[in-house]
C-alpha cells in the first residue's frame, strides 16, 4: 500500500523537474506537504520560481488551480468571493472567489493587511468558507502555498500569529548551483517559450485517496513521546519566547508519515521526525528579543534542540540502514543564500542531502553561544536538519 504513495510520488516528481531544474530536495518537501494535506509557505528571494513551483505542482497532480496576488488595497470578499444580483431576476447569487479551488497560490502574501489575510484562516483550517451568513465546503484536496519575498519589507504586514501557525511546513528555494542554472538555460533555449506543459499524472481523486493512506502510516508509542519532546524542547529554550504549539506536534506527524511512506515503508522511524523538524517547527517559535538581536535563526534553534533531544533507537537495524541509503529532503538554501546541489538519486529515487554549495563545512554558529566562531556544538549532519549560513544582522524573530 506505501508503495504505491512511493511510486506516485516518484512519478509525480519525475514531472516536476521537466519544468523546475535543481530543486528535487525542495520538490520532495512540497510534495510530501501535499500527501500530508499541509499548507507550504514559501520565503525567498524573487527570481527562484516560487511561483512556478506551485502552477507546476497543480498542473502534474491534476488539481484545480488559482493564484491571488496579493497587494494592500485587497479586501476579503476579493478571496472568499461575494453575493451579486445575477440572472434573470436579478436574484442574489453567490460568486465563488479564488479560493474554491484544490490549489491556490497566495503570492506575496504578506503585502495584504492583516483583515485580508485572515480571510484565509478557516478556509486554511475547517476547509471551508462563511460568507454572506452561509458557509460553503472548499473542494477537495485543499491546499494553499503562500509566497513572500523576506528581504523587501516596505509595504509588507507580519503574517499573523494564527495564519503562521497553520502553515505545515516553511521553506526556501534557493539559488540553483552553476550546473543546474547552466542546464536550465539551455532548456529555455531548445524550448522556444517560457511555458513548460506538464501533464497530470495524478487526480484529485488519486491525492485524496494517497493522503488517506498516508494517515494509515503507523506511529508507535516511543516515537510520538519523541515527536513531543521536541516540541516541548521549543517551549522550554532559553532562546525562544513562545515554542511550538501543540498544532507544532500534529504537524510533525503528518509530514513524517508522509516522508515515511514516499520511502515506501508502513510506519514512522525517529529519522522521518528529524528529517523534518526545522520546516514544521522552525516558523513556529518565537525568539527572545536579544536572540534576535544577536542573529539567531529560529531554524538554528530546532536544529540545536534536535540535536539535543534523545531519540529513540529502531527495534530493526534494517530501518536504519534503509534511512541512511535513502536519504531524502535535502535542506533546501535559506533566503539569500545559494541552494543545495542535488545528489543523484539513490535507488529508492530520492534525492540524498547535499552540502551547501560555496558555503563553509557546517552550520553557521549560534552568536553568544559556547565555543562561537565554531559549529554549533552537537550540530546534527544526518536528517535533513542543517542550516546554511544566514545573512548577518537580525532577520524575523520568526
Given at each position: ?12 516528481l ?18 510530501a ?31 484545480r488551480f488559482s ?15 461575494a ?7 436579478a ?16 503570492d ?38 503562500g ?30 548551483g ?20 506538464l ?12 493522503q ?36 507544532g506536534?500534529?504537524?510533525l ?21 528529524k528529517?523534518?523538524a ?17 542573529g ?27 534511512v ?5 529532503l535535502?535542506?533546501?538554501?535559506q ?12 535507488q ?37 536538519t ?8 537580525p532577520?524575523?524573530?520568526?
Amino acid at each position: 500500500m506505501t508503495n504505491d504513495v512511493r511510486e506516485a510520488a516518484l512519478d509525480l516528481l519525475a514531472e516536476l523537474e521537466r519544468a523546475i531544474v535543481g530543486k528535487r530536495p525542495v520538490l520532495e518537501l512540497i510534495v510530501a506537504a501535499l500527501l500530508a494535506d499541509g499548507h507550504v509557505l514559501l520565503e525567498d528571494v524573487p527570481g527562484v520560481a516560487k511561483t512556478a513551483i506551485a502552477r507546476a505542482v497543480a498542473e502534474a497532480a491534476g488539481l484545480r488551480f488559482s493564484r491571488v496576488q496579493f497587494t494592500p488595497d485587497l479586501i476579503p470578499a476579493d478571496i472568499t468571493g461575494a453575493t451579486v444580483l445575477g440572472g434573470p431576476d436579478a436574484e442574489p447569487v453567490f460568486q465563488p472567489g479564488p479560493i474554491f479551488a484544490n490549489l491556490v497560490l497566495g503570492d506575496e502574501i504578506n503585502r495584504a493587511p492583516p483583515k485580508t489575510q485572515s480571510a484565509l484562516l478557516e478556509a486554511m483550517e475547517e476547509r471551508q468558507v462563511t460568507a454572506d451568513a452561509a458557509t460553503r465546503p472548499l473542494p477537495r484536496p485543499f491546499i494553499v502555498i503562500g509566497t513572500q519575498n523576506p528581504i523587501e519589507q516596505e509595504g509588507t504586514y507580519p503574517l499573523p500569529e494564527a495564519q503562521l501557525d497553520r502553515f505545515l511546513i516553511r521553506t526556501g528555494v534557493g539559488y540553483p548551483g552553476a550546473d543546474h542554472e547552466v542546464e536550465m538555460v539551455l532548456r529555455r533555449a531548445r524550448r522556444g517559450g517560457d511555458r513548460v506543459e506538464l501533464k497530470p499524472v495524478l487526480s484529485a481523486h488519486d491525492v485524496l485517496d494517497l493522503q488517506t493512506r498516508v494517515e494509515e502510516v503507523f506511529i508507535s508509542e516511543p516515537v510520538a513521546r519523541y515527536v513531543v519532546a521536541l516540541v516541548e524542547a521549543t517551549r522550554s529554550s532559553p532562546r525562544t519566547e513562545a515554542g511550538a504549539s501543540p498544532r507544532g506536534s500534529l504537524a510533525l506527524l503528518k509530514a513524517s508519515r508522509a516522508r515515511a511512506a514516499m520511502l515506501g515503508r508502513s510506519h514512522v522511524l525517529p529519522d522521518d521526525v528529524k528529517a523534518v523538524a526545522v520546516p514544521c517547527l522552525a516558523h513556529r517559535l518565537l525568539l527572545q528579543p536579544d536572540q534576535w538581536v544577536r542573529g539567531v535563526r529560529t531554524e538554528q534553534v530546532v536544529a540545536e534542540v534536535v540535536s539535543q533531544v534523545p531519540a529513540p533507537t529502531s527495534a530493526d537495524p534494517a530501518d536504519t540502514a534503509a534511512v541512511r541509503n535513502a536519504g531524502f529532503l535535502g535542506q533546501p538554501g535559506q533566503p539569500g543564500q545559494p541552494g543545495q546541489p542535488v545528489r543523484p538519486p539513490t535507488q529508492d529515487g530520492y534525492a540524498q542531502p547535499g552540502g551547501h554549495q560555496g558555503a563553509q563545512a557546517g552550520p553557521p554558529p549560534i552568536p553568544g553561544a559556547a565555543g562561537a566562531g565554531a559549529a554549533a556544538p552537537g550540530w546534527p549532519t544526518q536528517g535533513g536538519t542543517a542550516v546554511p549560513p544566514i545573512p548577518p544582522g537580525p532577520g524575523p524573530r520568526r
